[in-house]
Every structure is written in structure tokens, then in C-alpha cells.
């Protein structure tokens, strides 16, 4: 039988060895983060698909990152803050909600990238996500150790990151890495113009 794990749906996408910063206020999903951080139950990123309306049987996207807590703190309004780490990508088989509404599901590992050089040709996917940290400092602390030779790093990154639509992520996630590479750098070549 497939692991039951809980869900944090958020209309963004988080892949493996990306980070992110969460608020919890909720009581279902500090229960979530109680389960988690004592080893009872993890808990995967899921993709919510803004298109279509709340109560969508497609409303949270099949594929989710499963996740490691990394830090914690509580932060100055009070509330708790954790550091998340996406471990691995997996397919929802089976979702429900239990009864404080909180969704888990049945899920299976899925074939995610694997680590590969960046060729030359790549080296712009580093340079302008280089112009990112520096807009956004707070970003750039998350990789104190950004692996910018490594182009699954490079390229997962950049899909977290950019605002297309989760048809669009979903697609490029399913094509090879130097595909996505490719269509990245299409997409970013002016995208990115106002801040280099």
C-alpha cells in the first residue's frame, strides 16, 4: 500500500531542492506541521490550479513535492514560521480530506530530473537568476550554496519562480531537461530585460 501523507496546497509550485517559507495559522496545518516535525506523518507541496473553481475535483494538481521541515521560528505577528525542503516528486492516486478538512492522499513516486552539467549554452539560465537574487535578497539567502552547475537545480528553480499557468509547468515538467532548459531560455530572453 501506497504511504498516506498530508497536503499543503498554495498556488505555487515547489520542486526537489527547492525552499520555501510558510505561515501556519490554521489549526489543520499546524497539526500537519506537529505531525510532520514528530515523525509521524510527512507532508507534500501540492499545486493548487487557480482555472477552475474551489471545489474542482482538479482543483489541487495531481503531481506534489514531498517535503522536509528545515527550520522553524515563530515570527513577529505570532505565528509559525517553517523553511520547507521539496525531497521528491509523486503522483496523487487517491485524495480526500479528513475530518478538519485537512486533504491527505495515497501517492507514488514519480521519474523527476536528474543532476546534469550545465553546458555553455545554459549559462544565461545562472546569469539571470543571479539578477533575481540580487532583486530579491531574501530568495538568495534561501541557497547560500546555489549549485548553478547543476542544470536540473538551474532549471527547477526557474520553474518555481516564473508565473505560467500550471498546464504550462505541468507540461514542461513532463518533457526532458534539456527541452525545458531550451524553452526556458526562449521564454526568459525578454522577459528579464528590464532587470539586467
Known amino acids: ?15 526537489p531542492e527547492g525552499k520555501m517559507r510558510l505561515r501556519l495559522f490554521e489549526p ?3 497539526r500537519m506541521m506537529k505531525e510532520a516535525s514528530s515523525g509521524q506523518r510527512p507532508f507534500a507541496m501540492a499545486s493548487i490550479n487557480p482555472l477552475v473553481s474551489q471545489h474542482h475535483a482538479d482543483r489541487i494538481c495531481p503531481e506534489v513535492t514531498l517535503v522536509s521541515i528545515i527550520d522553524f521560528e515563530q515570527l513577529p505577528d505570532g505565528l509559525l514560521g517553517i523553511t520547507v525542503e521539496g525531497l521528491g516528486r509523486y503522483q496523487i492516486m487517491k485524495r480526500w480530506q479528513e475530518q478538519d478538512q485537512l486533504h491527505v492522499a495515497e501517492l507514488e513516486p514519480i521519474r523527476f530530473w536528474t543532476a546534469e552539467n550545465t553546458a ?9 537568476l ?25 532549471v527547477s528553480r526557474w520553474m518555481e519562480l516564473l508565473p ?3 498546464h504550462l509547468k505541468r507540461q514542461w515538467l513532463k518533457q526532458d531537461l534539456t527541452t525545458t532548459a531550451k524553452d526556458l531560455e526562449i521564454w526568459l530572453e525578454d522577459s528579464l530585460e528590464e532587470i539586467s
Open 130 to 154: 543571479q539578477l533575481v537574487f540580487k532583486q530579491y535578497p531574501e530568495l538568495a539567502r534561501l541557497y547560500p550554496e546555489p549549485e548553478h552547475q547543476n542544470l536540473c537545480w538551474l
Open 120 to 128: 555553455i549554452e545554459h549559462q544565461p539560465l545562472w546569469h539571470k
Open 164 to 166: 505560467l499557468t500550471p
Open 1 to 15: 500500500m501506497n504511504p498516506i501523507i498530508a497536503l499543503f496546497p498554495l498556488n505555487t509550485l515547489l520542486l
Open 28 to 30: 489543520r496545518y499546524l
